[in-house]
């Protein structure tokens, strides 16, 4: 690769981060701004996207600033599933809707009946609320008249880049995340726009994530740009992953990962099936989408008013067979059970039991999640490899990498990717859809085999209790 200098920007949920990276997909300086995310009724979560565009132009010019070049290529990595609804000017006409707004909960139950199994499965995953389809679903049923002033359908990332100036459009792995493209073909599904209502024409083009998308202009750089891709696909090549390859990503939520050179999708609908950055039908990844990670261990220790580094020492002596069980479903969950209505839970409490039990098991709960997310994914056929990449903040404390091993009974090669996705749109922004610069893990966190058994029987124990809860 010719040596350039490159933007990423990575439209987060909660902020958005800008990198000035090089050809070998180095991180020469990085920014970050946050904005805020609006819950006006109760499981509502909107953004205004008006935000975003501040907050960009900022990340930007403090990027630059602190960069020892300019960069002359930017590209986009972005949040998925979300809607935003613009005139033919770009303007929004309502606040954007995110993947985490759970009011298309009714949506999700009628798209999953009336379309079957079968056909939700081409669209790549069960239909969740908060994804594009059944949002917009709900969008025609509560706010005709918006849904009737809409020219565009856009994902997140795809209006930052119009608004900036680049075409309008969409690519592979943000349109296969809205349940309403075919993720073999890549084409937009002519059955899923017909049961959401919309017009055809108010979806943009779908186009190679790494094709140019003509001119931007953001903190007073003009820059060639490409259309991007999704927050996921952009992390999976700024690890610079292949066919065979997967990860773990632990933080708020967690993601397990596997790549795939065929669409094999999942006839169950316990995990999601998306297309990576590139063209059209290149590959795709199979995803297990656990939700209840640091999402509900931060308010779960807060109702024991404790903290993580209490939880860590608890969890430093040990998970014990008489250990009470916690349930971690606080907010839902998807993978494996698709159930939005999943609540959280304790049992097992005895007069035995101490703080530190209580406090250790929540720390066992989030980890049996990832273990149930990941699970799934191999069942079905989600190959992953022998040594599986762990990053995100639920890499760094080596008590809780022990308890993901041992849960999860796989070696985890613990690798610092917090920036993979800016560091992957920066790459699409050069036209670049591989990374031969792979991100190396530092050590190994191997399975231990008494753990591991003790923690699988628990496991299985915690299933008994969610089933009876449902």
Same mark, same amino acid.
């Given at each position: ?8 920007l990575d439209?987060?949920?909660?902020s958005?981060?800008?990198?000035i990276?090089?050809?070998?997909a ?7 701004k946050?904005?805020?995310?609006a819950?006006?009724l ?7 996207p =008006?935000?975003?565009l501040s907050?960009a132009?900022?990340?930007?010019s ?5 960069? @020892? ?10 949040q998925?599933h979300g ?8 303007? @929004? ?7 985490a707004?759970?009011?298309?909960? +009714? ?6 009946e ?8 081409r669209l790549?995953?069960?239909?969740? #609320?908060?994804?594009?389809?059944t949002?917009?679903a709900?969008?025609?049923?509560h ?15 795809d209006?930052?880049r ?5 075409k ?5 792995s943000?349109?296969s995340g809205?349940?309403?493209c075919?993720? #073999?073909?890549?084409q937009?599904s ?9 017009r055809p024409?108010?979806?943009p083009n ?5 094709e140019h /998308?003509?001119?931007?202009?953001v903190?007073?750089?003009t ?5 991007g891709?999704a ?7 700024g690890?610079g ?13 967690a ?5 795939m050179?065929?669409p094999r999708l999942d006839p169950s609908?316990?995990? *999601?099936?998306f ?5 059209k039908?290149? *590959?795709w990844y ?12 931060e308010? +779960?220790? #807060?109702?024991? +008013?404790?903290?993580?580094e209490?939880?860590h020492?608890?969890? /430093?002596e040990?998970?014990l067979?008489?250990d009470?069980?916690f349930?971690?479903?606080l /907010? ?13 839970s304790?049992?097992g ?13 929540v ?7 990832v #273990? ?5 994914v191999?069942e079905?056929?989600?190959? =992953?490899?022998e040594i599986?990449p762990?990053?995100?903040?639920g ?15 796989r ?9 993979a996705a ?13 990374? @031969?610069?792979?991100?190396? *893990? ?8 008494a ?9 299985e124990k =915690? ?6 809860l449902?």
């Amino acid at each position: 690769m010719v040596f350039v200098v490159m933007l990423g920007l990575d439209l987060g949920t909660g902020s958005v981060k800008a990198a000035i990276v090089d050809s070998d997909a180095t991180i020469l300086s990085r920014a970050s701004k946050k904005y805020p995310i609006a819950s006006p009724l109760a499981g509502w979560a909107e953004s205004d996207p =008006m935000d975003w565009l501040s907050a960009a132009e900022e990340a930007v010019s403090q990027a630059v600033q602190l960069g @020892p070049e300019r960069p002359t290529t930017i590209g986009f990595s972005g949040q998925m599933h979300g809607v935003v609804l613009t005139d033919a000017a770009l303007t @929004p006409l309502r606040p954007a809707i995110l993947w985490a707004d759970t009011r298309s909960a +009714a949506e999700a139950r009628q798209m999953n009946e009336d379309l079957g199994p079968a056909e939700m499965a081409r669209l790549g995953s069960g239909a969740v #609320a908060g994804f594009a389809a059944t949002t917009l679903a709900w969008l025609h049923r509560h706010e005709p008249a918006v849904m009737a002033k809409a020219r565009y359908i856009l994902q997140p990332k795809d209006w930052l880049r119009a608004t900036l100036g680049g075409k309008v459009g969409t690519e592979p792995s943000d349109a296969s995340g809205t349940l309403l493209c075919d993720v #073999a073909s890549g084409q937009w599904s002519e059955k899923a726009m017909e049961w959401t209502g919309i017009r055809p024409e108010s979806l943009p083009n779908i186009r190679p994530s790494h094709e140019h /998308s003509g001119e931007v202009t953001v903190a007073g750089l003009t820059l060639a740009s490409a259309y991007g891709g999704a927050d996921t696909a952009c992390a999976i090549l700024g690890l610079g992953l292949e066919v065979g390859d997967g990860f773990v990503a632990v933080g708020s939520g967690a993601q397990i990962v596997a790549l795939m050179d065929e669409p094999r999708l999942d006839p169950s609908l316990a995990t *999601h099936t998306f297309s990576t950055v590139g063209d059209k039908g290149s *590959h795709w990844y199979r995803i297990g989408a656990v939700q209840n990670a640091g999402l509900a261990l931060e308010p +779960a220790l #807060a109702m024991l +008013a404790s903290s993580l580094e209490e939880a860590h020492d608890a969890l /430093s002596e040990g998970v014990l067979s008489t250990d009470p069980m916690f349930v971690p479903y606080l /907010s839902g969950e998807r993978t494996p059970f698709m159930d939005p209505g999943l609540r959280g839970s304790w049992h097992g409490i005895s007069l035995g039991t101490t703080r530190k039990m209580i406090v250790r098991s929540v720390l066992e709960g989030v980890a049996q999640a990832v #273990a149930l997310g990941e699970r799934a994914v191999s069942e079905s056929g989600g190959l =992953m490899p022998e040594i599986l990449p762990l990053i995100g903040g639920g890499s760094t404390n080596p008590a809780f990498r022990q308890l993901l091993a041992d849960c999860t009974n796989r070696p985890l090669a613990s690798v610092e990717g917090g920036d993979a996705a800016v560091i992957g749109a920066a790459l699409l922004g050069a036209g670049a859809t591989s990374n @031969p610069h792979r991100l190396e *893990h530092s050590f190994v966190t191997h399975p231990r085999t008494a753990e591991a058994e003790l923690l699988s029987s628990r496991r299985e124990k =915690m299933l008994r209790l969610i089933a009876t809860l449902r």
